[in-house]
């Protein structure tokens, strides 16, 4: 395992990962959650005020229906343009209004133990919308934790491998918890990442050291079912390796 490539991938050094022995969070890292937590503010706050002009729009259509003469027409899409609707979209704005200006503390915890590295289903439900979305995720697993990882990850860690992994636990339940670093603490067994990983195909090392970067990504995809997303994590992950 290269340890810096490692640091690369999820973005710290070896002075946050002192930190992060010691008990806090660098810095560095807390100016990454900062602008993550930035990020997801703004976008909460422009979802809950176009749910809010959403549910204006209601209220202008129940005042349009009063102006028609049948009662039956006024009571029935009266009903749902000046009731049912605002109190959806209503309810969907506050949702995103709130998150918005919600408070959001980080807390430094430990995970230690063995590792895994799975690619499953995940769903998730947007309070603002209130959908629920379906995606794949690579999940990684410590110390009865779970965290969504770069699926690149999965070439530098063997399960079975024992890790110290350092994180960030948010009072938000709709805040995903933030790997900051982690340490290797034991092998299960002598493994390391060769120039060329034997997980990789042959055809898909070739047009990456063709330079074909976007033909890999596809030829990826059509292999493994992968999102756009995993096979580029994955075939640049290839083409660090191969320099």
Known sequence: MNDQQLMNLLKFEKADLQANRNG??????????????????????????????????GVAGAALVMTEESLGFKIIFGGIFGILWPLFWGSAALAGLRRGFVKVDATLKKAAGTVSIEK???????SDSQQTTYSNVHEM????????????????IRRGDSYA????????????????????????????????????????????????????IRLYRTLNGSS???????????QLRLG
């Open 165 to 216: 992994v350092y994180f960030a636990e948010f009072n938000h339940k709709e805040r995903s918890r933030e790997v900051l670093s982690l340490e290797l603490l034991a092998k299960a067994r002598e493994s390391f990442v060769e120039k060329i990983n034997p997980l990789d195909d042959a055809e898909i090392t070739d047009l990456v050291e063709k330079g074909d970067m976007m033909e890999a």
């Open 141 to 156: 697993r410590i110390g009865g934790y779970s965290f969504i990882v770069n699926p690149a990850l999965q070439n530098y």
């Open 228 to 238: 756009f997303e995993e096979a580029r994590s994955l075939v640049e992950d290839i």
């Open 120 to 126: 499953i289903t995940r769903s998730d439900y947007n």
């Open 24 to 57: 806090r969070i660098s810095e560095k890292q807390m100016a990454q959650l900062r602008t993550i937590e930035t990020a997801e503010k703004r976008s909460s706050l422009l979802g809950g005020a176009g749910n809010a002009f959403v549910a204006l729009i």
